[in-house]
């Protein structure tokens, strides 16, 4: 509450020419705290102070007070102060007063290039809120900024005001002739049209030195779908020593369908961080030579999890005619990430639409993997989706498992869509029971499986009174997917029972 005596003890303190920095700073403080535009003056006074933390304080203070007046009149100034904590204290102050005169603009212009990464980014803060980009070739220079909080801000001003003909020149010099990571995020933000601007510096941006650099121009080249990207990306990745940069070189250059891949990739699949890309890009060659590597990649213990995860996953995208008897084996393999990687190739294969003397093979296989590989449960749930014939295997499977999250995935795979069928009679019948499940995941998905049914027959289930006395338990106490879940079986009963 504003107190007379208090204030009048502030600025006493202000006045006393005995009073040292540590009094003036806490009269300023407390001037800010609990003064009113009428003591501005003092505080612009203060703003002169030859103590910094004094001159900080009263930065502060004025943008508290909230005299828009008075900050227009001196904080300007003291954005340019020589301490970088008077700086800082202002420009938040400007910010909060939402100062927006020519001197404040330009003061936050002159931010950007301040050393003190928080002053940087007030000034970005600012300059987005004011509407302009301010002093343009420092703000496109913040793109390499090490501090992701003053880039990341300096990029989205940028993109604000890419239309900007002056913005939109200084980055492409900055696409051209910049350095390190600015010119990688400048060839990364501009529209195609400006392709014709960059082409040769594209060529040479593959030789830089900075590997985001080199990334970068690599997919701007890509993108342009001339036929030389396919020549500059594969002499740019004979001569690459930086596994990132390799390993979207070879994405690319797989992407492309361009052969020479194949030869190129062999000497990064026995890195770790680059093998993994080494093996997609065979597998996006179609030829007869990358899929002799794919398998001698599969059976290469030597190579890390990941490299052979990529490979199978790979073959199972190729379609090709063994494919499924390749990856089979591995899903008992003791690799987790082969085991991760042979049921994503399965997966890619059984939407590809198998051939009929390969589906009941897979369907054994993969409700074997269901209830005896536990960290593959709903991986290998939603490649048996797209295999109506596994039905039967997952109805036993429902019944008799021990496994709670088991018992979850094959409940959700039941889809009793056919009131007349026994088979289907019996799914409402085990989805009834699965509410009276004690595990949470169990209850979720009968509630979600009944709700088909509902909606597939336009009935209700048997025993829905008991039914809807339990679900309205469950949007009380259940947790919260369970209580949505209820609450959509509910109305799904309404519906019918109108």
Same mark, same amino acid.
């Given at each position: 509450?504003?107190?007379? +005596?208090?204030?009048?003890?502030?600025?006493?303190?202000? @006045?006393?020419?005995?009073?040292?920095?540590?009094?003036?700073?806490?009269?300023?403080?407390?001037?800010?705290?609990?003064? $009113?535009?009428?003591? *501005?003056?003092?505080?612009?006074?203060?703003?002169?102070?030859?103590?910094?933390?004094?001159?900080?304080?009263?930065?502060?203070?004025?943008?508290?007070?909230?005299?828009?007046?008075?900050?227009?009149?001196?904080?300007?100034?003291?954005?340019?102060?020589?301490?970088?904590?008077?700086?800082?204290?202002?420009?938040?102050?400007?910010?909060?007063?939402?100062?927006?005169? &020519?001197?404040?603009?330009?003061?936050?212009?002159?931010?950007?290039?301040?050393?003190?990464?928080?002053?940087?980014?007030?000034?970005?803060?600012?300059?987005?809120?004011?509407?302009?980009?301010?002093?343009?070739?420092?703000?496109?220079?913040?793109?390499?900024?090490?501090?992701?909080?003053? =880039?990341?801000?300096?990029?989205?001003?940028?993109?604000?005001?890419?239309?900007?003909?002056?913005?939109?020149?200084?980055?492409?010099?900055?696409?051209?002739?910049?350095?390190?990571?600015?010119?990688?995020?400048?060839?990364?933000?501009?529209?195609?049209?400006?392709?014709?601007?960059?082409?040769?510096?594209?060529?040479?941006?593959?030789?830089?030195?900075?590997?985001?650099?080199?990334?970068?121009?690599?997919?701007?080249?890509?993108? %342009?779908?001339?036929?030389?990207?396919?020549?500059?990306?594969?002499?740019?990745?004979?001569?690459?020593?930086?596994?990132?940069?390799?390993?979207?070189?070879?994405?690319?250059?797989?992407?492309?369908?361009?052969?020479?891949? %194949?030869?190129? #990739?062999?000497?990064?699949? +026995?890195?770790? !961080?680059?093998?993994?890309?080494?093996?997609?890009?065979?597998?996006?060659?179609?030829?007869?030579?990358?899929?002799?590597?794919?398998?001698?990649?599969?059976?290469?213990?030597?190579?890390?999890?990941?490299?052979? @995860?990529?490979?199978?996953?790979?073959?199972?995208?190729?379609?090709?005619?063994?494919?499924?008897?390749?990856?089979?084996?591995?899903?008992?393999?003791?690799?987790?990430?082969? $085991?991760?990687?042979?049921? &994503?190739?399965?997966?890619?294969?059984?939407?590809?639409?198998?051939?009929? =003397?390969?589906?009941?093979?897979?369907?054994?296989?993969?409700?074997?993997?269901? *209830?005896?590989?536990?960290?593959?449960?709903?991986?290998?749930?939603?490649?048996?989706?797209?295999?109506?014939? #596994?039905?039967?295997?997952?109805?036993?499977?429902?019944?008799?498992?021990?496994?709670?999250?088991?018992?979850?995935?094959?409940?959700?795979?039941?889809?009793? $869509?056919?009131?007349?069928?026994?088979?289907?009679?019996?799914?409402? $019948?085990?989805?009834?029971?699965?509410?009276?499940?004690? +595990?949470? *995941?169990?209850?979720?998905?009968? #509630?979600?499986?009944?709700?088909?049914?509902?909606?597939? *027959?336009?009935?209700?289930?048997?025993?829905? @009174?008991?039914?809807? !006395?339990?679900?309205?338990?469950?949007?009380? !106490?259940?947790?919260?997917?369970?209580?949505?879940?209820?609450?959509?079986?509910?109305?799904?009963? #309404? &519906?019918?029972?109108?």
């Amino acid at each position: 509450m504003y107190s007379e +005596h208090q204030v009048a003890y502030f600025l006493r303190e202000l @006045a006393d020419p005995e009073a040292g920095p540590g009094r003036r700073e806490a009269a300023v403080k407390g001037l800010g705290r609990i003064g $009113r535009p009428e003591h *501005s003056a003092h505080l612009v006074r203060a703003t002169r102070d030859p103590e910094p933390a004094v001159r900080a304080a009263a930065a502060q203070a004025l943008g508290r007070i909230g005299d828009r007046d008075a900050g227009a009149q001196t904080l300007p100034a003291l954005m340019a102060d020589e301490d970088p904590i008077v700086r800082r204290r202002a420009s938040r102050a400007a910010i909060r007063l939402a100062l927006d005169g &020519e001197a404040a603009t330009e003061a936050f212009r002159q931010l950007l290039r301040d050393p003190d990464h928080h002053l940087r980014i007030n000034a970005l803060e600012a300059l987005r809120t004011l509407g302009t980009p301010g002093d343009i070739p420092a703000l496109v220079r913040l793109l390499g900024d090490p501090d992701p909080a003053v =880039w990341g801000r300096a990029d989205g001003l940028v993109r604000k005001h890419k239309r900007d003909p002056a913005v939109e020149a200084e980055v492409v010099r900055a696409a051209r002739e910049g350095t390190g990571p600015a010119r990688a995020r400048a060839l990364d933000m501009l529209p195609a049209r400006c392709n014709a601007r960059l082409h040769d510096s594209l060529l040479d941006a593959l030789r830089d030195e900075c590997p985001q650099v080199r990334i970068a121009a690599a997919r701007r080249l890509a993108r %342009t779908g001339e036929d030389s990207a396919a020549d500059a990306l594969a002499t740019a990745l004979a001569d690459e020593r930086d596994p990132e940069a390799a390993g979207w070189l070879l994405n690319l250059l797989g992407r492309l369908g361009d052969r020479r891949v %194949t030869g190129l #990739a062999a000497r990064w699949l +026995h890195h770790a !961080e680059a093998g993994p890309a080494a093996a997609h890009a065979l597998g996006a060659v179609d030829t007869p030579e990358a899929a002799a590597r794919l398998r001698a990649v599969l059976d290469d213990r030597t190579l890390s999890g990941p490299t052979r @995860a990529a490979a199978a996953m790979a073959v199972g995208e190729s379609g090709a005619r063994h494919a499924v008897w390749l990856l089979l084996p591995l899903l008992d393999d003791a690799d987790p990430a082969l $085991r991760a990687g042979a049921m &994503e190739g399965l997966s890619a294969l059984v939407r590809g639409g198998l051939r009929p =003397w390969e589906r009941p093979a897979v369907v054994r296989s993969l409700v074997t993997h269901l *209830s005896s590989v536990p960290d593959n449960v709903w991986r290998t749930r939603n490649v048996l989706a797209h295999l109506p014939q #596994a039905l039967p295997a997952v109805r036993d499977l429902a019944d008799r498992t021990p496994s709670t999250e088991v018992r979850a995935a094959a409940l959700s795979l039941l889809d009793p $869509r056919a009131p007349g069928d026994r088979n289907a009679r019996e799914d409402v $019948r085990r989805l009834l029971d699965g509410l009276e499940d004690p +595990h949470e *995941s169990v209850r979720y998905q009968a #509630a979600l499986g009944l709700k088909r049914w509902v909606k597939a *027959s336009g009935t209700p289930p048997p025993e829905s @009174a008991g039914v809807r !006395e339990r679900l309205l338990t469950f949007t009380t !106490e259940g947790s919260p997917r369970l209580q949505q879940a209820a609450a959509g079986l509910l109305e799904a009963l #309404a &519906e019918v029972g109108r």
